[in-house]
């Protein structure tokens, strides 16, 4: 059950970070990658901000937006490079 509350989270975080920085989604198995690795990397930046969630679906899925939309702006940055 854990499996699919993570690929759920992680597809509506990929594709809200892919409307929100480019205009339309990647694809849904990288909406998938994109949402769990932005899970990640937004717990670890709410964790740096002393900021902690309560749990549940909805705080999951901002926090991976966030986190989506930094790995998003990094990717870019680096590719500009």
């Not at 509506?12 to 994109?34: E, N």
Request: hydrophobic letters at 65%; zero cysteines; proline letters at 0%.
């Amino acid at each position: 059950m854990f499996f699919v509350y993570i690929i759920i989270v992680g597809l509506i975080a990929g594709w809200a970070a892919g409307k929100l920085m480019k205009g339309s989604g990647y694809g849904v198995a990288m909406d998938i990658v994109l949402g769990i690795l932005g899970a990640i990397i937004g717990g670890w930046v709410l964790r740096l901000l002393g900021v902690y969630t309560s749990g549940g679906i909805i705080s999951s899925i901002l926090v991976a937006i966030l986190g989506a939309v930094i790995l998003v702006l990094l990717a870019r940055l680096i590719k500009r490079a």
